[in-house]
């Protein structure tokens, strides 16, 4: 297959829990894992499928529930490191961009761009200010190195915030090649090594997969842009109950040649 340090591969799995986007709402995802800690049997893995970060104003909160979810997990019998993924998602993503803000091209444009696309509430989680973040990407690179470092600062200071970071994956797939995990969406004219962030900002692809996508029978996601909750075809499966923007946050139980065993939502 493809590079395991940057891919999830999910070895001798016969079941997956995919979660879909938490956007923030800490009490959701609380909420589906305790679900899933009922469900829970040997051989099963689970993928979050980014989007874990904002809009949703529970950011840190959210982040503390998914890594004790995953202490939780990996301290079950025969369970490892590997059983376990998260996936990159555009709110991740932007995130790490926003610590490279000094070297964009434009700042303050691309700053304003991230909020309109939902990256103030996460901000705000570590102790940063929206307007000061503004007025920095006018006043230059020096003022917004200053306001980055601190804001970087704040987050690795979070107890498994930076760990949880340094762990995020492109995409997943099941050893057996039966399941693709992605956070938003592919393209299906390109091989998996080859998407770049069409991972997490390509969405119009993943409603033209017609038939399987090399050998994999089943393509799923986490975000939906219209968030029109489960949506299945013979080739995908789309989760994405609106968590973060008032609706509920869906997960969903796939079996090892990609057939759906069951939804849950928080």
């Not at 998407?195 to 033209?208: N, P, S, Y």
Request: glycine share 12%.
């Amino acid at each position: 297959m493809v590079d395991g340090s940057v891919f999830g591969v999910l070895r001798r799995a016969r079941r997956v829990w995919a979660i879909g986007s938490i956007h923030g709402d800490a009490a959701r995802a609380q909420t589906i894992h305790e679900e899933i800690a009922d469900r829970l049997k040997p051989g099963d893995r689970v993928v979050y499928l980014g989007n874990m970060m904002g809009p949703g104003p529970l950011v840190r909160e959210t982040l503390d529930a998914i890594i004790d979810f995953r202490r939780a997990f990996l301290a079950r019998p025969n369970t490892f490191i590997h059983d376990l993924v998260f996936l990159r998602g555009a709110q991740e993503e932007m995130w790490q961009r926003l610590m490279q803000l000094q070297f964009a091209v434009g700042p303050p444009e691309v700053l304003q761009w991230m909020l309109d696309h939902g990256i103030g509430p996460t901000i705000e989680a570590y102790g940063g200010n929206v307007d000061q973040a503004l007025s920095a990407a006018r006043q230059g690179p020096v003022a917004i190195t200053r306001w980055t470092g601190e804001l970087r600062d704040a987050f690795q200071a979070t107890p498994g915030h930076q760990d949880w970071l340094s762990a995020l994956r492109r995409a997943a797939y099941t050893d057996t090649g039966a399941v693709l995990l992605v956070s938003r969406g592919i393209a299906p004219d390109r091989p998996l090594d080859a998407q770049g962030d069409t991972f997490w900002w390509g969405a119009r692809g993943f409603d033209e997969i017609k038939a399987p996508y090399g050998e994999f029978a089943k393509v799923v996601r986490g975000f939906d842009p219209e968030h029109r909750g489960a949506v299945t075809t013979d080739y995908t499966i789309s989760l994405d109950g609106g968590s973060g923007f008032g609706g509920v946050l869906l997960a969903g139980c796939i079996a090892a040649d990609g057939s759906l065993v069951e939804i849950i939502e928080g």
